[in-house]
């Protein structure tokens, strides 16, 4: 018999949920909540993130605002040091003043010359205190001009000169003002009218580089050059006047590197340095990079954080030597190894010489002027390892050898007799030669045919004065730390000038690589060997 049903209970109208939706509900649950958990780790660590660059850009900030405070105290420091010292300083100069004040009349009471009869320099100048002495007749009397002359006509005292120069100048009334007019014959421009053939840039460069020790502060030093308005105003009228008259020289390239290096030294030696004009600056560097005083001057005039761009710049010029001088001055031999840059300067010289032997009309001469490139190549490397210390890195010997080698292929040419041409007329009485109807005929005889020097390597003319080194500073190692040479050009390739008439060819001769040099075979030009191809590697 049947339950009966309770009638206020009303039956389920569903039945009860399965199990497996329970599960499949129970795992969206599950993977929403690890999604969310996910999110908020992912978020989480954003904001992590942000705090921590937001601290570390807190330090930064606060890093740099402690620097620009140490930097503000230390230049408010200087500024205070530099106010407070001007009254002594000045004290200095005009006691200077004073002294050669009194000592110039002096000097105009004992005679035109300023010297005591018998004195050294009274006569004829044959030492190191005669031509003191000499200097300082003309500085005491403030005689710019005949100083000029003076200096002008001691070229070849250059050294003594540069010695005895700034000693003088001590003596001037004015040293400045002095310096100013002595130089003002040829710079800023030349006054001389049609009589320009001997250069007298170095004796501008060689009277401002000594003028930099008279004129510095006494008492704080070289960050202070004591000259007087009117001559620093002077200074800059010239400075802007050279600057307007290079239109008339054809612009920056056609510009001489003697002018160039006066108007560099002119601007540090009166410390009239424009930082707008950095970039002009830089083109004038970069165009007489091979002066040797370059490096130096760069660094005065503001350019050391340009140097790694005048330094890219030089080599992709081919001028590799120049860098290399570059890099030692402001300590970036670490980025512009030196070693690579004098084989890819041996090689070009190489390339360069090689294009001179392809003229088969002048093979004498073409074989001549290849020589004394190589030659010239070779020296300047030799020189820069020998100043910079690379010979561990790069070894000298076989440069040595092939520069010897090439000097015994000059001397044997030179003892060989001179060929008869084919087209000489002969005498009627004997048969031998007659000289030539017109000298003229063979003084012409490779002008037309020579080809002109590749591009690519820079062979300027150094020969246009030497000059010493600045007396201002600069970084350090300063040239290795050796005196510079007594020649500061020749670290680029000279322009080989022409020979005279009837150079003859000489015989080719094969050689080997330097393993064979116990030969004694005096060995000539080949284009493409591979002795010449191995040490330049």
Known sequence: ???????????????????????????????????????????????????????????????????LDDQTKKTLTVLDERETTIDGSVEIVLEKVEKSKEAALGALERGPLGVEPGSPGGGEVDDGEGLLMKLRSFCLRMDSKEFWRFVTGKKKELDLMREKM??????????????LEAISEVFPVDKRGGDRGNDLGWACVLILESLIPVVVDPVIGKSRVLVTPSVRERAKDIAEAWKASLEERGGIENVKTPDVHTFLQHLVTFGIVKKEDVDFYRKLVVGSAWRKQMPKLAVSLGLGDKMPDIIKELISRGQQLDAVHFTYEVGLVNVFPPVPLLKAFLKDARKAAAIMLEDPNNAGR??????????????????????YKLEAQFPPENLKKRLDQLEKVKIEKKRQPAAVPA???????????MPPAKAGRLANAYVSSFPAAPAYVRSPSHGQYPAGVPTYHSPQPMYGGLSPPANPYAYSPEAAPPPLAGSYPAPPMNYSPYGGYGNGVAPAYQQASAYQQAYYR
């Open 366 to 387: 073409a074989a001549n002027l290849a020589s004394r490139k190589e030659q010239s190549a070779l020296r300047a490397v030799l020189k820069c390892i020998e100043e």
């Open 166 to 179: 700034r000693l003088a100048l001590v003596d001037c009334v004015d040293p400045a003002k002095f310096v």
């Open 1 to 67: 018999m049947g339950s009966i049903p309770d009638p206020g209970v009303e039956p389920p109208s569903q039945p009860p949920p399965a199990p497996a939706s329970s599960f499949d509900d129970f795992q969206r649950q599950t993977s929403l909540m690890t999604s969310c958990t996910l999110l908020w780790k992912e978020l989480s660590d954003h904001f992590t993130s942000l705090e921590q660059n937001l601290a570390k850009k807190s330090e930064a900030l606060k890093q740099k605002l402690r620097a």
């Open 423 to 433: 087209n000489k007329r002969t005498r009627a009485n004997n048969g031998g030669p």
